[in-house]
């Protein structure tokens, strides 16, 4: 669903800029982890360019209508739709589209969506595109990774990162604190039920609660990356860190990091993540 009220506000004001004094560039490259926005700051550009309205991009003329209903002839959008890659066959009729002129208006916007998922064949065959188009096209790339991009896309491309200056926050601020890597973080995915878990089991230690060592077996088996066997001693930690602000939990809380520690430095001698949590629920029987 695009939304054109949900974009990047700096990159928007740069974009603008470029657009009136006529210095929009034919190619882009939007860097942003959070991909949608970026993917509605491209719809936001192709509006602010075909806009009617007063207030440009009104999103309710009918231009803007038509663009944002994917239904302009002059917006072309191309992803991977929940594929792995994006290869040449799917690049290739648009960028033959691109060599027309544009139908409605003067210029034509193309949009990549999920960019670092271009296979090597589909990259190069955008490469006279993005240096030279042979009509008038702005193209769009989006990504979450500049890193995935190939260099000899990404050295033709005007990059506009999203992302400087703000600060991760929430859970992957957390996480990056922690030493995970952005990697590491894609990999964790969504933690809602790790965390369920990972809480059950900590207040069935803290409770005596045999079930603990129920819990330490079913937390060590859906855990085999590295990165997921990580995440749960690092949660215990937190767990832990914050009961030691709770004077009725304080004591337990401090025996708990001491375990922890204990288990860190288990660890590192190679003890498996099951032995671990087991040590720690026998610890707390
Ligand atoms: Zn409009």
Not at 21 to 44: C, G, I, M
Not at 135 to 143: F, K
Not at 190 to 197: M, S, T, V, Y
Request: proline residues 4%; negative net charge; glycine residues 4%.
């Amino acid at each position: 669903m695009i939304d054109i009220t949900n974009v990047g506000t700096k990159q928007t004001q740069f974009l603008r800029r470029a657009y009136e004094q006529k210095r929009l560039a034919h190619s882009y490259l939007f860097v942003d982890s959070d991909e949608s926005r970026a993917l509605n700051t491209a719809y936001w550009l192709a509006c602010l360019f075909n806009c009617t309205g007063e207030n440009k991009p009104d999103g309710t003329c009918q231009n803007c209508r038509q663009i944002l209903s994917g239904n302009h002839p002059d917006v072309l959008l191309v992803g991977p739709e929940g594929k792995q890659t994006l290869g040449i066959d799917q690049v290739r009729p648009l960028k033959e589209e691109l060599a027309k002129s544009p139908v409605e208006s003067s210029r034509r916007f193309f949009f990549i969506n999920e960019a670092q998922k271009l296979t090597l064949s589909a990259a190069n065959g955008l490469l006279n595109l993005l240096e030279e188009p042979v009509a008038p096209v702005v193209t769009i790339l989006i990504t979450n990774n500049s890193d995935q991009i190939l260099p000899t896309v990404r050295s033709r491309t005007q990059i506009i990162n999203f992302d400087n200056g703000e600060k991760p926050s929430g859970k992957t601020a957390m996480l990056l604190e922690n030493g995970f890597s952005k990697d590491e973080i894609d990999e964790l995915g969504n933690l809602e039920k790790r965390d369920q878990e990972i809480k059950y089991f900590y207040q069935e230690m803290l409770e005596h609660n045999s079930l603990a060592l129920v819990s330490a077996h079913k937390l060590s088996e859906n855990a085999k990356l590295g990165s997921e066997q990580r995440y749960i001693l690092v949660r215990l930690k937190l767990l832990a860190e914050h009961d030691l602000n709770d004077p009725r939990k304080m004591e337990m809380a401090a025996q708990m990091l001491k375990n922890l520690i204990e288990v860190d430095k288990m660890r590192l001698s190679n003890v498996s993540l099951r032995n671990s949590l087991d040590y720690l629920a026998l610890e707390w029987k």
